[in-house]
Every structure is written in C-alpha cells, then in structure tokens.
C-alpha cells in the first residue's frame, strides 16, 4: 500500500490552525481492467469547482490506474492523500479524465454510515433493467424502501463476475469504525466493497489505519507557483506579489487554506493588496 502522508510523517491527527498537517489517505483498490467508453459514466461525479493543474499529484494516481489495463481478474490495492490538500478536487479530476475506461462511476459521501448507505441506495436508478430487482432500481422514487435490501442488491450486483468495469469513489470516510463502543456513524469500508476481486475503488480520508487495504504514497503541498494559481483562481483581482509570498508561506501551502482564505478576501475586499 502506498499512503499520502504529510512529510512529518504523522497518521490520523489533526490540527486547528492554518498549518495543521491533518492526515488523510485516499485508498484506491483497483481492478486493472478494460477500456469501455461508456455515454453517462461519470454522472453524479460532483464538480472540480476551481481546479489548479497539480501534474505530479494527478500523474502519480494515474501511474497506478491507468497502467497494464487487461481482463487479468486481478485485484490492484493502491491508497492516496492528505488533509487541507485538495483530495477530493482531484478525485474529481481523475474521475473526469477517465470516467470513458468505466461502465458506471458511483460517487459516494462516505462522511457517515448513513450518507454512505444513502449514495449506495441511490444507485439502482443507474443499473439496467433486468441486472437487478425492479423494487431496488426504483428506489429513488419510493420513499418506504428497505434501504438495507436496496444496498444489499447493490453490492450483489457489484459482485457479478460478469460486471467488472465500475468504480467506486467514497469520499470524506471521516469517522473510524470500533468493534465495541464506537462512533454510531462509522462504519466498516470491507463491507461495502462488494467482496469481488474486480472493480475499482477510491477512497478519500483522513484515517491512517486504512493504509493496511492498499498501497499508499506521499501527497506533497503545492508549490508557490500552484498556490499562487489556486489564489489568483478564486480571488479573480489583482494583487501584489509579495504579498502573494508571504501568504503562501503562511498557509503552508495547504491548497484548501488557500482556497478559502481567496475566497474570504473576495468578499471581504481585504487580505491582499491590489497593484
């Protein structure tokens, strides 16, 4: 497994200030697998919003999705990300980019148990007919389903030998699962991984431990240069450059810091001086 991490080398903390080095991982379980150019996989895949190129970050994902892809029935496990770093903006990209090498992209909000089973719930509507029972596809339109069977058929359907092209993207798993005594809104990630060695998966989060399902790697920050585009991004004025400098080095180049802290001088009309 290959785990982003900040440089200190910390797992599963987080910090309340403008330099925190919260820990997150993208986990990315990955089925290595055809190319099918399919005509609506990537709906319900949100918006990048402002997105700044970050070449090394999204070459480094890519290096492990996009290589040898064949029909092997081999199950790749890769993990990826950091807090504050733009995670979820480029699981986003990715998914743009490759959206045509998938039969269906399913984006899932994984911050709670129930939001998760919600996403999951929401699915059948996208399946077609006669791949799963009509009371589950037609979940999103009966409000009285049984949620529970509507995610079961989900992951039997995931679980089909013959449906291996999907991907799977959970974001934001922020709460960590305990046997005994732990938070009601988290939940185990295996059970939702349909069981199958096929199919791709990737997953944003902050828990460190999740490293054990997949390699990992290292999410630097971002470059004055990308701080400075992310800025200028979202700020969409003028402004001068030292300031610029000294902002970034006070944000410790945390992409979201600078996102909003650009979005916060907008509105506000303060923060950084106009040439």
């Given at each position: ?5 900040p ?5 599963g903390?987080?910090?309340c200030?403008?330099?925190c ?10 089925r290595?697998?055809a190319?099918?150019?399919p005509s ?9 919003g402002?997105f700044v ?13 996009c290589?040898?892809w064949?029909?092997s029935?081999?199950k790749?496990?890769r993990?990826a990300w950091a807090?504050?770093i733009?995670?979820?903006q480029?699981?986003v ?17 994984g ?6 089973r919600?996403s ?12 799963i ?6 979940y999103?339109s ?6 529970d069977?509507v995610?079961?058929?989900?992951m039997?359907?995931?679980a089909q030998p013959d ?7 959970f ?5 960590e ?5 732990g938070?009601p809104d ?5 059970r ?9 998966v990737?997953l944003?989060t902050r828990l460190?431990?999740l490293?054990?399902l997949?390699d990992s790697?290292q999410l630097g920050k971002?470059?004055?240069?990308q701080g ?15 300031e610029?400098?000294r902002?970034?080095?006070l944000l410790d ?5 600078i996102?909003r802290?650009?979005?916060?001088c907008?509105r506000?009309?303060y923060?950084w001086?106009r040439t």
């Open positions: 497994m290959r785990l982003l991490r440089r200190d080398g910390t797992l903390r987080t910090r200030t403008s330099r080095r919260c820990v997150q991982a993208v986990l990315r379980i990955e290595i697998m190319n099918i150019e609506s996989a990537s709906r319900g895949v949100p918006q990048a402002q190129e970050r070449s090394v970050a999204i070459a480094e994902l890519e290096r492990f999705s290589r040898g064949d029909r029935g081999a790749d496990t993990t807090h504050g733009g995670k979820t480029l699981a990209e990715f998914a743009r980019r490759h959206h045509r090498r998938f039969s269906l992209m399913f984006w899932l909000d911050q709670s148990r129930g939001t998760l919600s999951i719930a929401s699915f059948p509507s996208r399946i077609p007919p006669g791949h029972l009509e009371t589950s596809r037609l999103a009966d409000s009285g389903a049984n949620t069977a995610v079961e058929a989900v039997a359907w995931l449906n291996t092209a999907w991907l799977l993207i974001d934001n798993v922020y709460q699962y305990r046997a005994h005594g938070d988290a939940y185990l990630v295996k939702y991984l349909s069981g199958a060695d096929h199919g791709s990737l944003t460190g431990r490293e054990h997949g790697q971002v470059s004055k240069d400075q585009a992310i800025f200028e991004s979202w700020y969409k004025k003028k402004y001068d450059t030292a610029s400098k902002l970034h080095a180049g945390l992409p979201f810091a996102a802290r650009a979005r916060i907008r506000a009309e923060g001086r």
